[in-house]
Structure formats: structure tokens, C-alpha cells
């Protein structure tokens, strides 16, 4: 346990923030002398893997655990399938690496996302078609108040688009220690988002290899580097609306971006085409702004705080609102 430490290497966005005492984690073990400990103490911590998903309101944390556990093992394995465990302190995009090298496919999709795995079922992140949530088979946690460990399904872990339980009802309750992951032997591809055939156009039968560099080149075409430029890359959440909201919208903007759910003619719209039709790609107020390439990245340019950042992205919400009548919903967690 440290005390007084400066947060500000520890979140991408760069924000400063003070943790008045900082807890590190390099193994289950440990997670759960800190579970024991927290139980103990009764305090609700801030629990960080990466940093790169979250924006200090606050500039004083008064516990913070910082997760480091590492390793990958195979649990059980076929000619079609193998089921993997991967401590919650892993870099996701070396997961993806090295499922791949391995040759367990499926999260090729996921590339480059930052972030630790730990952070991954909390987001259920996804991204060009694919979520996690199609691969976990269980996620290991434990509880903050009772030190002890639990198990939950992926039917127990409520995925939804950008959330589950350790969003809702386990908030602030959970220490993730573990993510299990079903992954395909078999060298299967998904292709169907747009932007991600586009980039594939002319290769014959992408391998996951192939799909996997196209999603790199994308990602790093559209989404500034942290290490470059301080950002918690997509700020916002695509918003969802119904089949008669869309046709209004459709009507009077015909070029919007939008995607099917899946789910009774609803349509997910394009955050980031919202915002650059308003015109805020590239907008600065000198402190923080919208990134000149992408209008969904909200970057520091290295004298914000955290009411600096919201402040800016509460404008956005608001000309969003009043000019497509659709409300546009943050995506980091908000401490």
C-alpha cells in the first residue's frame, strides 16, 4: 500500500487525481488479501486496470486498487473448441495477439481495444460486429464485502450493448480476478460491418490474421494513441432508436450512418457521424477538444481536469439533442 499517489500516469485521458491510498495486485493471491482487506475495512475503492475507459470528476480517490495479475492457461481443449482462463490484469490486445498465434479465433475483431481484460465483461466490449460477450463462457470475481470468490455464467453476467451486472447491480461491488473465453479452432470470419469489408476489399477469403490487421489499420486510421494524445477513446455510446424515430431522421438527414439491432426495425445510430454533422470534429476550447480525425474522441491537450472534459461533453449532448432529438449517453465511467 502506497499513499498519495498521483493517478495521472494511470488513466489515458491524463487527468490528475490524487489516490490517498493506492493498493497494487500482481496475482489471485493477492486480489484476495484485498478483498479480505476491504471486507474488513468497509470501503468502497476504485478498482483500475488500464485507466484508458474513465474520466476523474473528482481530483482526490481515497482507495484505489490497481490490477496487475497475469497469465493465460487452457482449461479444456478439441478438435473444434478451446476454452481458455485469462487473469484480469492481461493487456487485452496481447490476449487477441495471442489467441491468435495460438490458433483460437474469434476475437480478431476486438484488436487493438485498450484496456485490461478485467475491464473487458465490465464494458462487454466490442467492436466491427463482434462483442465479448460471445465468447465468455464465466467471469471470476470477488465480492468486496465478503472477500468471497464467485463464479458467474455469461447468462449471470447481464451483457447488454456496452454494459452487464459489474455495471449495474455489482457496481463498485466486484474485484474481478478472472475471465474464462470460448474461442473457435476453426478459422471463421466476420466481415459484415461495413467499414471492415471496405478495408478488406480485394483480399479473397480473409483469414482471422488478415482481419485482424484490417481492424489494426482502421483503429489507428480513426482513433488517436493515448501514448500521442491523452483520450479515453469513444466518448459516447452509439444511441438506439426505434423504427418510427429513424424514419424521421432518415427523411431529413438521408446520409445518416445507422446499423440494425436486430431487435423490431430498431436502428443503432452512428455517434460519431452525429457529431460531425454538428460540427464538432475539431472544435477546441483550448484545454479539451473533439480530435481533428474523430469526432467521437474527446482529447486533453495537457491542461484539463475532469470538469473540464464533461463540461465540454455536455455541450456536445445538448447541440445533439436539440438538433436530431436524440440523446447521446458517455461511455467511460465517471469518477
Known sequence: MQSNVDLTPFNTLALPAIAERFIEAQSDDELQEVASWLSQE????????EGSNLVFR???VADCIHIRSHGIRVLQECERTVEIEVAAGEHWNSVVEHTLQQGYYGLENLALIPGSTGASPVQNIGAY????????TAVKYYDIETARAHWLSNDGCEFSYRSSIFKKA???????AAVR?????????NTAYRALREELAGTDSPNPFQVKE???RIRQRKLPDPA???NAGSFFKNPEVNEEEFARLEKEYPEIVAFPTGQHGNRKLAAAWLLDNAGWKGFSNGKVGF???????????GAAFGDDVLSLAEQAIASIQARFGVVLEIEPAVI
Do not use: T, Y
Not at 460486429?129 to 465468455?136: A, K, T
Not at 473465453?181 to 470470419?189: A, C, I, M
Open 42 to 49: 468497509a470501503v468502497v475503492p476504485l478498482i483500475l486496470g
Open 58 to 60: 473528482s481530483r482526490q
Open 129 to 136: 460486429g463482434v462483442e465479448l460477450s460471445q465468447f465468455v
Open 170 to 176: 455489482l457496481k463498485q461491488k466486484a474485484l474481478i
Open 181 to 189: 473465453l470460448r474461442l473457435s479452432k476453426v478459422p471463421r470470419v
Open 214 to 216: 484490417a481492424v489494426v
Open 228 to 230: 500521442e494524445i491523452a
Open 291 to 301: 480530435h481533428n480525425d474523430q469526432a467521437l474522441v474527446l482529447v486533453n491537450h
